[in-house]
């Protein structure tokens, strides 16, 4: 074997080997203000208020290290409306900034759409996108909840002619470390046995930060804690822990049957912090403390000057002693009663 020809087969070996550490592609819809802030998403603009105008941009790539690709071809767009209507929105060609596979900076085609939040309750967008490079057709799925406690909507079924993913816990107003569990249908049937991909989408500084530390730690196979898998059981069930606030991409996959296109369903979790914040529940942890030791010390002083006074009387012996536990287990329960 020749030089040459081992230098190439050893070339090819490593580009293989690069295109592996990719994570999965993945639809995302994310509302935002402006193009300028499209990437700078959080929980909260998944939240509308009535009569608002909700823009949505769509976008291809790897949410995890935050790598973009061009879009082939427009999306349809749907939004279903709390009441059940659909209505079809208009999707406009726009370009945003990002990150090649290659680290390199570049512009990149996407798509925006908007509509007014004319109803309380949940309004479903629905995005389908096909991408001929990757074989993939995507069904991708936000909710956008609008109104104090009108729950209603989200777990609705919009692409029951595709896959879809059902979720059965709220997908607003979860907090990290909350269990997301769904169900996967394709056509309306329960989609046994099927892979399902959890992706956590990052900023772009923050993924190139997190990509290289797990490089480095996990240097075996670092993708498989860039897109995480399970699988769902024979009714199409499956469950994750979202474990850090951010958005989330879970996708169940209907592999073809006949080496066409993989038909997937998105369906995109916004997680947010923990609540009550770590801060809160120090600060409340330190006052409670202060107060039971404040507490305790009274009670103290009060149990000596009990018995200073029973020291020239008939008083029974260890009557102090027995006030001054009693005023301890008084204050504990007060400070209990308090939390």
């Known amino acids: 074997m020749s030089k040459n020809v081992i230098i190439t087969a050893f070339a090819a070996l490593l580009l293989i080997a690069c295109t592996g550490m990719a994570g999965a592609h993945f639809t995302m819809v994310f509302p935002?203000?402006?193009?300028?802030t499209v990437w700078d998403v959080t929980p909260e603009d998944y939240i509308a208020t009535l009569g608002e105008t909700k823009t949505v941009y769509v976008m291809w790539g790897h949410p995890y290290e935050h790598i973009s690709f061009n879009m082939a071809s427009a999306p349809e767009i749907s939004v279903t409306k709390p009441d059940g209507a659909v209505e079809q929105l208009t999707p406009e060609q726009i370009t945003v900034p990002g990150q090649n596979e290659d680290g390199s900076p570049g512009e990149f085609v996407a798509y925006k759409a908007s509509f007014t939040v004319d109803q309380d309750g949940d309004s479903i967008v629905l995005v389908k996108y096909e991408d001929p490079d990757e074989d993939l057709i995507d069904y991708c799925k936000v909710v956008i909840h609008c109104g104090l406690e009108i729950w209603e909507g989200w777990d609705s079924?919009?692409?029951?002619d595709q896959t879809e993913v059902i979720p059965y816990v709220r997908p607003y107003g979860m907090e990290e470390g909350f269990v997301f569990s769904g169900n996967a249908k394709y056509i309306g049937q329960p989609l046994s046995g099927a892979t399902v991909e959890v992706e956590q989408y990052h900023t772009l500084d923050v993924g190139k930060e997190i990509v290289e530390v797990a490089e480095k730690k996990f240097s075996y196979d670092p993708p498989m804690v860039f897109t995480r898998q399970v699988?769902?059981?024979?009714?199409g069930d499956f469950a994750y822990t979202l474990d850090e606030p951010g958005i989330w991409f879970v996708c169940a996959a209907k592999e073809s049957d006949t080496g066409g296109r993989t038909i997937r369903g998105v369906f995109i979790v916004p997680v947010l912090d923990a609540f009550p914040p770590a801060e809160a529940s120090s600060v409340s942890s330190a006052a409670s403390s202060a107060e039971l030791q404040k507490a305790v010390d009274e009670a103290k002083?009060?149990?000596?000057?009990a018995k200073q006074s029973a020291a020239g009387t008939s008083s029974t012996p260890g009557f102090g002693i027995t006030l001054a536990a009693a005023g301890i287990l008084g204050a504990l329960f007060f400070a209990m009663r308090r939390k």
């Open 301 to 305: 002083a009060a149990a000596e000057e």
């Open 157 to 160: 079924e919009v692409a029951t």
């Open 32 to 36: 935002s203000d402006s193009e300028a």
């Open 231 to 235: 699988t769902t059981n024979q009714n």
